[in-house]
């Protein structure tokens, strides 16, 4: 009898058919729909057929990812279903291509599930602004029908909000993500599950929805490292040194950053820090504070001013064809009422790329960086995916980051962790990840779904 | 009675209806097609049914670009035609979306001839690897049908060959083009006519295929820097400060900058430096001679290095789907038989990184660097599209340049020189460009199509 609560490796070693998997997801998804909401679009006979022809494949001819069902944010062209971006613009008029990285896990053999539902790009401006929600950013509600599978009162995180509640809540093992500021890192800390942010342009970015050039970054959610390695291979990411697996904890060499935006974190986060420390040095690793040099802190700023400028030059095609249908936000952004300047924007993104040469210096020093993922767990309410600061940090220096739950917050709601690596560890950071998840299930949060 | 030789600009003001200009260029074209074969693909009775769609809009819902027709590189994702990068893998495998430049000029009024005719991305590689032609190059001579209007026994250049050729003999007054290395200036130099390469960045890219996510960047080809000027408006490029209009000559400040590429330059090009800098001066202008800095002659050897590594991730998705279908140039990208690797990457994005804003101030001490567009006019034959290196530093830089034709080479081909701002300078060197024109038409080389 196939389970829906198989991981993509447990499914691959069992022998089940395609088709039974995808029944059993399907099942599970058609129970659990009204509670989590995770997907924007879903034909289940579609997937069913899919999953038959897979089946009908030889054994011999069979790829690496035959028959993993794959959940797909829905800003990823994909030719057999709409691609919407959450936008009525695209209502009737959706691209028919595949994404470079949908046909790479097509090749491999994946069965392409859907799009989760997801936030348009806006909401990861709020949390930044410092202001307060206005009416404009209160229009963006139309994409946050995904509720926390864990607690429906609360955010799963955004902007990948379906794909890490789908992944969480055992309705497809696996699901691909984008993060421009804190989308593939914060919804996996808010639903305990793991996801891998890898180097900036270390994946095909092809038939990805561009919001801003300089930062958007594809990713992938799981619950195991083992299967965000299943994906790394079928996307053929490499280190220059194949890692040697497997990494050991006794021995090894953390750090652990706080960073400038520590002012901001609650409990949820204090004590899963202080856990981790704890953890780790229990099994035998060194674990030192890290302090980054005082530049570091203006990260959070160059970040803002220059995703800003990429977002508007990105949406002024939307915004000359159908200002009316784009949603406010994305207006402000190309309307620009704060007057950044291209002189700004260039400021920024000078600063940013001076300061990841040397965070790949301060990186190597250790096995990986430990770091907040979040500020706390979810937080209630679904108008707000959550302030994504201790994210947007890491994805402005495009190294590769990796969220690690294991750690509960004062409400019981899951706390993920952020290991960190310099560019192109990326291989190395999923190994390190694969001796430190067990280390950090100790950290007292399980999921009872 | 319509006339093909009418630009852009001087069609908005005559009064013609789309579809006589339309059909104008159309019969230039059939009379033409077999000395240039500018076109991978045209459907004259959808053009013309396009343009009567256009004639019947009301005069007070036009756009401001209303029936200009426009040549569109066949990397541009268009829904109404067929995109295929030139590719057997996409031959039945287009996608169906507009380019966001599409969207824009589409909503501006624009009539979409089809795409020009171009090269596969590969042949960029090949002047920079300082390798001769081998059968893996050679198999790329699929896209290299176009001839240069001017003598069909040369090459127009590359990779935007067709955009190049057509505006160049009177096809269309104005193309879209992109440039990774040199593939809008130097087709532009070999043809005859002006272009123009915007700061990267500057202009949306969502719907353009990926070569590399850190040098592609989208321009112009036309017959004035006028119709550039109309294509940037409705594309919305603005700088910082507005030029003020009309720039003059007398008492501007020009830099000339051979670069560390000059050795690599012939007559052609010396003759055009030279005589460049007495007509300016003889207009009032002042020039110097600009060395640059000894560490800028690390660009070509870092753009390289980056290019390659960008171009291996981008075609791993083709690669994995059909090797067999994908240019062996293409293959090697992604084999990586020199074994650069992604230390190397990143040493290389990180240093042209740091010498962004450096050049930026240089650049701001002039109303524009006066530089070698290419070494020399078009070389015989059309196996290679020519020595891109000079063109290459500045896309590596993220500077706007304007290609300036006006000068003659031995063969009586011409030769264009580039014209250098500060990043987001764009529209303050397209003002200084319309004057430096009629004062480089005393080049001596003029079309004779």
Chains 1, 2 share one sequence.
């Not at 058609?30 to 997907?39: I, L, M, P, S």
């Not at 704890?278 to 040099?293: F, I, N, T, Y």
């Not at 739950?405 to 999923?430: E, I, K, N, Q, T």
Request: proline share 7%; hydrophobic share 40%.
């Amino acid at each position: 009898m196939a389970s829906y609560r198989m991981s993509a490796t447990e499914f691959l070693s069992s022998g089940t058919k395609v088709e039974d998997y995808a029944r059993a997801l399907l099942d599970r998804i058609a129970a659990r729909d009204v509670q989590v909401q995770a997907w924007a679009y879903l034909d289940p006979e579609f997937v069913l057929s899919q999953a038959r022809k897979l089946d009908a494949i030889p054994q011999e001819q069979r790829g690496p990812l035959h028959g993993v069902p794959i959940g797909v944010k829905d800003i990823f062209y994909t030719k057999d279903m709409p691609t919407q971006h959450n936008s009525p613009i695209y209502a009737n008029d959706a691209p028919v291509v595949d994404a470079a990285l949908i046909m790479m896990l097509r090749t491999a053999g994946a069965l392409i599930f859907g799009p989760p539902s997801h936030r348009v790009y806006v909401h990861v401006f709020q949390p930044f602004s410092g202001k307060t929600t206005t009416t404009q950013f209160a229009s963006i509600t139309v994409g946050t029908k995904t509720m926390n599978p864990h607690n429906p009162a609360r955010t799963p995180g955004g902007s990948s909000s379906g794909s890490g509640a789908a992944v969480a809540d055992f309705q497809v093992p696996v699901a691909l993500g984008t993060q421009t500021i804190g989308s593939i890192i914060r919804p996996a800390s808010f639903c305990g599950i793991y996801s891998f942010k890898p180097t900036w342009g270390a994946l095909p970015r092809e038939g990805v929805k561009v919001c801003s050039l300089n930062f958007d970054t594809m990713g992938f959610f799981a619950r195991s490292i083992a299967d965000i390695e299943l994906l790394a291979d079928a996307a053929r990411l490499e280190d220059d040194e194949k890692p040697i697996a497997p990494f050991k904890i006794e021995g090894a060499k953390f750090a652990a950053c706080k960073t400038h935006v520590w002012p901001e974190v609650g409990p949820g986060t204090i004590n899963a820090m202080q856990l981790a420390v704890k953890l780790l040095r229990d099994q035998g690793a060194s674990v030192e504070e890290l302090d980054l040099p005082g530049e570091f802190a203006s990260v959070t700023r160059s970040h803002l001013q220059a995703f800003q400028q990429d977002a508007a030059t990105t949406f002024k095609s939307e915004y000359i064809r159908s200002k009316d249908q784009l949603d406010p936000a994305l207006v402000a952004f190309v309307e620009n009422p704060e007057k950044t300047s291209h002189r700004d924007h260039l400021a920024a993104l000078d600063n940013l790329a001076q300061l990841r040469p040397k965070i790949d210096i301060i990186a190597s020093r250790y096995d990986a960086i430990i770091t907040p993922s979040v500020v706390d767990e979810a937080p209630e309410g679904l108008t707000s995916t959550g302030n994504p600061a201790l994210c947007g940090m890491w994805t402005a220096l495009h190294v590769p980051v990796v969220n690690v739950p294991g750690f509960a917050g004062d409400h019981g709601m899951p706390v993920g962790l952020s290991l960190v690596a310099p560019r192109y560890h990326d291989r190395r950071l999923l190994s390190v990840a694969a001796a430190v998840a067990p280390v950090f299930e100790g950290g007292g949060w399980k999921s009872s779904l």
